[in-house]
């Protein structure tokens, strides 16, 4: 018995034999013939492939609905680019056969997103992949996928979107990506048909011996277990039992109010980093979007996003969100999350450098240009606008300046808007939470975000996975600075929620019911289970004392 730990895509459990599948396309003996036949052999094999992207597309609607099946319609459009076309021309005017001629194109335009350093652009190295992929097996006659005939747990590198749809789900029990990306189209798609599903995993390469074996994925903790004892198993086989039954209950959340035993209301969010999963946030019935990070807009651009590409996005969302509140954070380009059309220069220590309102106080254009898009979509839905990174009451004033001058121009150009949006402002910094009560005079709503706020109190890289034991997200001094912030936002008549990942921490959630906070945001998966928690707490009984000691 082997135990393998990898990063949790989305929660549950998985006891049944392994799938192998493998993506590597095989090395081509075929000989070529002349670049005419050559390309010929491509174009046909790519309309096939287009074809394909369009069945998919009905299929996914049907199973996931159309927001989330627009993925098809993009590898469509991909397949059909000029670039990737003038590209696969070129080389076969190498005199490599068409299916090295593909496979060396989406290679090439793989390895330029990944080299962009960014979680969401190297999810989209993978899609350039997948449609490199599937136009070679076409050029080759055949079908990659294996047969799943009876329950199964599927091991692959990576999964391509297109191959998860062709699954039957209701055998397909758990899904490893043993170097597949949190981030991606296939980790959404997991999430969105609940399978437990764990990335990255450690130390664990692709062999075709494990066809047959049996496995454990525990998606809970983020672990595969192979060949397990029975005894493992039996413990195992409970815990799915028990987490089933779990599952069912919640379901009687829906529709519910988020209350505490004591009467306490407050509401539950979700936070979202795309269009694509604005079907789940309401399907879980969470009450609105706490946080939807907009970057995910810049990071699928190769240039800056205009006007009119924002407007359209956010009036999507807004739209489907049928009037419950949205808060879109304004873009949060900089330390991890790097865009090459910003030309951000180098930094010692990017979590601590050019990002974000920094970057919007060097550029306001390009904040401009946003906020133009968020207040011509605002009159499609209910929104709210948050700005991230603050450290200083001029920060904020010089936000509402702009936002004031694209007010302005909207009423001299006849442009509608809602003149009802509120502008907020992330607390996550300590400076922020120190000064908050001076921030609260000038905005309208706080949302902490704890994943910063922790790693720049400790001054401790959360994602070092060598600080595992200094990173303490309970450590008294953060929590401190959490209560400090709600305090001083109801002082002054605003309301404070929470999006970091500490906000769906079953530990803190009664230290945040105890305060009164307004508001938590968390992943749609956790949505009831914080209204069920919530449920349980009497506010009046909580010690605040003992989480701050």
């Known amino acids: 018995m082997k135990s393998y730990n990898g990063k949790i895509v989305f929660e549950g459990y998985a006891i049944d034999e392994i799938v192998v599948y493998s993506d590597e396309i095989e090395e081509h003996k075929r000989i070529f013939t002349t670049q005419q036949q050559e390309f010929t052999r491509f174009d046909v094999a790519r309309k096939k492939a287009v074809v394909s992207f369009t069945e998919l597309y009905i299929e996914a609607t049907e199973k996931l609905g159309e927001k989330q099946a627009d993925l098809f319609k993009t590898h469509r459009l991909m397949a059909e680019d000029l670039d990737f076309e003038d590209l696969v021309r070129a080389n076969i005017a190498k005199q490599q056969v068409a299916e090295d001629a593909v496979t060396n194109a989406a290679e090439e335009l793989s390895k330029m997103f990944l080299s962009l350093d960014d979680a969401y652009m190297k999810a989209r190295a993978a899609d350039v992949k997948e449609i490199g992929q599937t136009i070679v097996n076409i050029l080759l006659g055949v079908d990659k996928l294996p047969q799943i005939v009876k329950p199964s747990i599927l091991v692959c590198n990576d999964l391509p979107a297109a191959a998860l749809m062709k699954f039957n789900r209701k055998l397909l029990n758990g899904v490893v990506l043993l170097k597949g990306n949190v981030n991606s189209h296939v980790a959404i798609f997991a999430r969105t048909l609940e399978i437990p599903t764990i990335a990255a995993v450690d130390g664990l390469e ?9 496995a454990v994925v525990d998606a809970t903790k983020g672990t595969l277990i192979l060949e397990p004892d029975k005894k493992t198993i039996d413990k195992y086989d409970d815990l799915n039992d028990q987490y089933i039954q779990e599952l069912l209950a919640l379901k009687s959340f829906i529709g519910k109010p988020s209350i505490t035993k004591d009467g306490f209301k407050l509401k539950v969010y979700a936070n979202i980093a795309s269009a694509y999963e604005v079907a789940n946030v309401l399907k879980k019935d969470a009450e609105g979007v706490g946080l939807f990070r907009s970057e995910f807009i810049y990071l699928q651009s190769n240039d800056y996003p205009t006007e009119e590409m924002q407007y359209n996005y956010y009036k999507e969302v807004l739209e489907e969100m049928e009037g419950k509140e949205v808060v879109i954070r304004t873009f949060d380009i900089g330390a991890d999350k790097k865009v090459f059309y910003f030309n951000l220069p180098y930094e010692e220590n990017p979590a601590l450098g050019f990002r974000s309102i920094r970057i919007c106080r060097k550029r306001p254009d ?43 121009e909207f009423m001299k150009e006849g442009v509608p808007f809602d003149k009802d949006v509120k502008l907020g402002i992330m607390i996550e910094t300590p400076a922020a939470a120190l000064i908050s009560d001076r921030l609260a005079k000038h905005v309208d709503f706080f949302s902490i975000g704890t994943n910063d706020l922790s790693q720049y109190t400790l001054a401790c890289d959360r994602l070092n996975s060598n600080l595992d034991d200094t990173f303490d997200p309970y450590h008294s001094a953060i929590l401190k600075l959490i209560k400090l912030t709600i305090e001083n936002a109801h002082k002054a008549g605003i309301p404070c929620g929470m999006c970091g990942e500490l906000a769906r921490d079953p530990h803190i959630i009664p230290f945040l019911a105890g305060l009164h906070i307004d508001e938590i945001s968390c992943s749609s998966a956790y949505v009831l289970k914080v209204r069920k928690a919530l449920s349980q707490i009497d506010t009046k009984k909580v010690n605040i004392d003992k989480y701050i000691k």
Do not use: H, W
Not at 390 to 397: F, P, Q
């Open 366 to 408: 390009v904040l401009l240009t946003q906020l133009r898009a968020l207040y011509r979509a605002s009159m499609s839905g209910k929104l709210s606008i948050m700005i991230p990174m603050i450290v200083s009451e001029e920060e904020v004033i010089f936000v509402k300046k702009l936002c004031n001058q694209v007010k302005m």
């Open 206 to 214: 692709l062999d075709p011996s494990l066809n047959g074996k049996l």
